[in-house]
Every structure is written in C-alpha cells, then in structure tokens.
C-alpha cells in the first residue's frame, strides 16, 4: 500500500514539477542544424525539406524559449502551403510540441486534436498514442492552472 502511495505522490510531484516526456534539444544540436540548412540554401526538393523539418524539430524540442518561438514561427509560416497529409500532420505535431513547451496549453491541445484529425491511414513516427498521451497533458496541464 505504502508502495503504491508513494508512486502517486511521485506522479503527483513530477506532473506540477514541469517534468515532461518530451525529449530535449541542446544549442549545439540547434547550431548543426542551422548549418545544414544553410549550406543546403541554394538547393530544393526534398533534403532541403528534410534538413528544414531537423531544424524545426530542434527548435522547438530546444530548452531556449526563443528557440522554440523560432521553431513555431517557422512551422506556422509553411504550414499554409503544405498539401502533403504527412508533412502537414508532422508539421502540426511539432507545432504542438512547441506551444506545449510555451506553456501555451489549450493551443498545444488544438494543434494535436487537428493533428489527431489528418488522415489516420498514414504510417506516421509519431503513433496516435503519442499524441493522444501529449493532448490529455497538455489538458491535464491547461486544467491545473486554473486550480492553483
């Protein structure tokens, strides 16, 4: 029983502690990717895109909100012209991770229930698990702040 206890308390303390699941970006990774996609500026198809998107996910994976900012600048700007159900829903999903690490939570839960909306038959690296787990976080998150 005292186990069990103990392992509430601990998810208790790590949901308000800011502890997420999402995985972090160093500056050094940033600065590569900015690198690469310099190098690669003249170019077009789809390295460029892929170079682009590290950049994005680095961005807004980073621990500097200004680096977020950037990345959830950049994802919103191509989002519009995006027709690729895959790029967009990859697009939506980094661009909630970006506003969940904003601390912008009922945005995070829209971009993910839009992303949760893409056509669901594409193979996608983000399962449907995943982004069902971020959204309730996300909500679970949005709904704390109004009870402190």
């Keep these: ?26 500056s050094d990774i940033v600065a590569g990717c900015e690198k690469e996609v310099a190098e690669l500026d003249k170019g077009s198809g789809e390295l460029k895109y892929e170079c682009i998107m590290r950049l994005s996910w680095a961005l807004v994976h980073s621990r500097r909100a200004d680096d977020v900012q950037r990345g959830i600048a950049m994802l919103e700007a191509s989002l519009a012209s995006t027709t690729s159900p895959l790029k967009k829903r990859e697009k939506l999903y980094l661009l909630a991770v970006g506003y969940f690490r904003s601390g912008d939570y009922p945005r995070s839960r829209e971009l993910v229930e839009q992303c949760l909306m893409v056509d669901n038959d594409i193979h996608y690296p983000y399962s449907i698990v995943q982004l069902q787990i971020l959204w309730h976080f996300s909500l679970l998150r949005h709904a704390a702040l109004f009870c402190i």
Aim: with cysteine; charged share 25%; hydrophobic share 40%.
């Design 1 to 26: 029983m005292e186990a069990k206890l103990g392992k509430f308390f601990e998810s208790v303390t790590n949901f308000f502690s800011d502890s997420d699941q999402l995985p972090w970006c160093d």
